[in-house]
């Protein structure tokens, strides 16, 4: 599976934009660019995902580099509601996903 | 449908005892997968059903454990002789190969201790 890279950890203000940024330059033609997040003592829930066009859904906009070498999850306005670890996973013809370690975002009030 | 629910939420066992988790999908999610968790790491999979077929097992998956999905509906897994580096958070998760990007929905996890 192509690997991604992601910072271990974010700070934000409580309602500024967030940029969470991932390196995945091993990505291969087929790889969608999946977000998922993960509350504290919850299971990951899904965020979006896209495969090479800017994406936007209720939750977040997924930005994809033109070579899609890298990708960044932004939410508008941050709530302290966000505070999660956000994975960035690269889905190929595999069904599972591969998790790696995320970036734990925390936001400051 | 209140999502993907798994029992027991917490499990504290003895090294050496078996132990059974259940997961429950959503209705009509035909592909189900089990993922561990240990602490300040993300989900590792396990193995992935497709209705009752069992079609991929992780290395991580060793013949201590089993899992099992009669009918094509809940799904348990059983982990013989627990070790303590068993111990983790067992996630369930589901899709529907109605949706071509493959979203999944995650259970809340039973975290197992084992001593």
């Known amino acids: 599976d192509a690997k991604t890279t992601q910072p271990n950890s974010m700070e934000s203000n409580e309602e500024e934009p967030v940029h969470l940024p991932c390196n995945h330059s091993?990505?291969?033609?087929?790889?969608?660019i999946h977000w998922y997040r993960q509350l504290p003592s919850q299971g990951p829930e899904y965020v979006i995902h896209?495969?090479?066009s800017n994406v936007n859904n209720r939750m977040a906009s997924l930005a994809i580099a033109e070579d899609r070498k890298s990708s960044t999850l932004i939410l508008h306005r941050a709530t302290l509601r966000d505070a999660a670890v956000y994975y960035c996973i690269l889905t190929g013809s595999a069904r599972q996903l591969t998790f790696g370690s995320g970036t734990q975002l925390t936001v400051l009030p | 449908d209140t999502g993907v629910s798994q029992n027991p939420r917490h499990k504290i066992t003895k090294r050496g005892q078996n132990v059974t988790f259940r997961c429950d999908p959503i209705?009509?999610?035909?592909?189900l997968y089990w993922y561990r968790q240990t602490l300040g790491q993300g989900p590792e999979f396990l193995t992935y059903f497709q209705n009752e077929a069992q079609l991929e097992k992780s290395r991580l998956l060793s013949d201590r454990f089993s899992a099992e999905r009669p009918k094509g509906s809940f799904s348990t897994l059983e982990i013989q002789r627990t070790e303590q580096g068993d111990s983790a958070m067992y996630l369930c998760?589901?899709?529907?190969?109605?949706?071509?990007?493959?979203?999944?929905?995650f259970g809340p996890g039973t975290r197992l201790t084992v001593l």
């Open positions: 209705s009509e999610h035909n592909r």
């Open positions: 091993t990505i291969s033609g087929t790889d969608y």
């Open positions: 998760a589901s899709s529907t190969h109605r949706l071509s990007y493959n979203e999944q929905f």
């Open positions: 896209g495969l090479t």
